[in-house]
């Protein structure tokens, strides 16, 4: 099984790349937002545990994200999550250094290892700047106001708890930076080179999974 995590702050593009990427190699998409959102619209106790959360921007608590991963991708296939088994585009997971740490164990006695993860490294002052232009400018527009903040938050917690990763999967001679300021054609290229051979998607053409099941299994709510 192929394993690519793909790192990087939000807004950085890594949505956009793993939807480009599973289009043109026979990887799935694995996103833990998307799993999350799907919980959510399908109001099951895990989705009304998190929407709080995801409404403020802070992180799900560990034992939630690493139960989700475990029924991802052990036995179990939960969360309507199959079709990972020649590999997937992880999206979203880990997001501190705990959650690493766990995905190595989850991964070990599934017999399974990362083959690459690849950091989408923006200069985060220029987003967080282009953060702080949008509040400035969104004349008391409460929504607005109130997505450039949330955003901004987003941004503090990736700084302080997920990038500690990039040197984490440094160490373990994992980690490939591409420049995220690049355009999207060009970081897809330099992705597609990095994760090499362009397999044919499944025979619906349809490499994303399905994340709108909710069955709960392991997961602690
Ligand atoms: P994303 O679509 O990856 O930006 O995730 C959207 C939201 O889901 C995040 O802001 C978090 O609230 C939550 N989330 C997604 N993945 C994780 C994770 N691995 N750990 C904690 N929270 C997560």
Known sequence: MRIIVLLGAP?????????IL????????????????AQVKAGTPLGKKVEPILVEGDLVDDQTMIGIMNDCLGEK??????????????DGFPRNINQGIAFDKILEKCGHVIEHVVYLDVDERILFDRIEHRIKNSNGCKRTDDNA?????????FTEQTKPLVPFYEEK?????IDG????ESVTEELLSIIGNRQQSNSSGDSSIETNLPPLKSVCI
Do not use: P, W, Y
């Open 11 to 19: 807004g950085a593009g890594k949505g956009t790349q793993a939807d």
């Open 22 to 37: 599973k289009k043109v190699s026979g990887l799935k998409h694995l996103s833990t937002g998307d799993i999350l959102r």
């Open 77 to 90: 296939k939960g969360f309507g999550v199959d079709g990972v088994e020649s590999g997937f585009i992880l």
């Open 149 to 157: 903040r949330t955003l901004k938050h987003r941004l503090e917690i």
């Open 173 to 177: 001679g994992l980690l490939r930076r």
């Open 181 to 184: 300021m690049n355009s999207i």
